[in-house]
């Protein structure tokens, strides 16, 4: 019972984290009025994939937390804040070239996280495997982003 306890305690954590964040800092007329590229997607696509990229991430950290893996435990908290500093530095404070950076160190995380993973518990892995492709697309996206607005 106890360890489904802390399983919850992961979804509301990242789901609910994410979720809020995403609330909080919301696109707005700023970014309806940026340049962005032909493959940016209809904004009503993030909500959905985001939620189910935060119940992946949550039970991948419960699974890490549940193996007493102390590496890639602290490569999960360290992409979760990564992942929560991006949206506050890209639409609240309009730093795209800064959310570029972070965006980019995420997909380095979670890029190890996975190869930290990998030999110890690949079902773990394979949950941040969607979430590496996003934050890959992401950084792409966010690059461009970056580079229309330079111009």
Not at 69 to 81: G, I, R, Y
Not at 88 to 105: D, E, K, N, Y
Not at 123 to 139: E, K, N, R
């Amino acid at each position: 019972m106890k360890r489904w306890i802390v399983c919850a305690g992961f979804l509301a954590l990242v789901v609910g984290g994410g979720l809020t964040i995403g609330a909080v800092t919301a696109p707005g007329q700023w970014y309806a009025q940026l340049a962005k590229p032909s493959f940016n997607p209809p904004g009503w696509v993030f909500g959905p994939v985001w939620t189910v990229l935060y119940v992946l991430i949550a039970i991948a950290g419960w699974r890490t937390w549940e193996r007493g893996a102390a590496a890639p435990m602290k490569l999960w908290w360290a992409q979760l804040a990564l992942n929560f500093a991006w949206s506050p530095a890209f639409f609240a404070a309009h730093r795209t070239g800064i959310a570029l950076l972070i965006v980019l160190l995420l997909l380095g995380t979670v890029g190890a996280f996975i190869t930290l993973s990998w030999r110890q518990d690949r079902l773990t892995a394979w949950l941040f495997v969607p979430y590496a492709a996003w934050v890959a697309f992401a950084s792409v996206l966010n690059a461009s982003i970056y580079w229309l607005s330079q111009v």
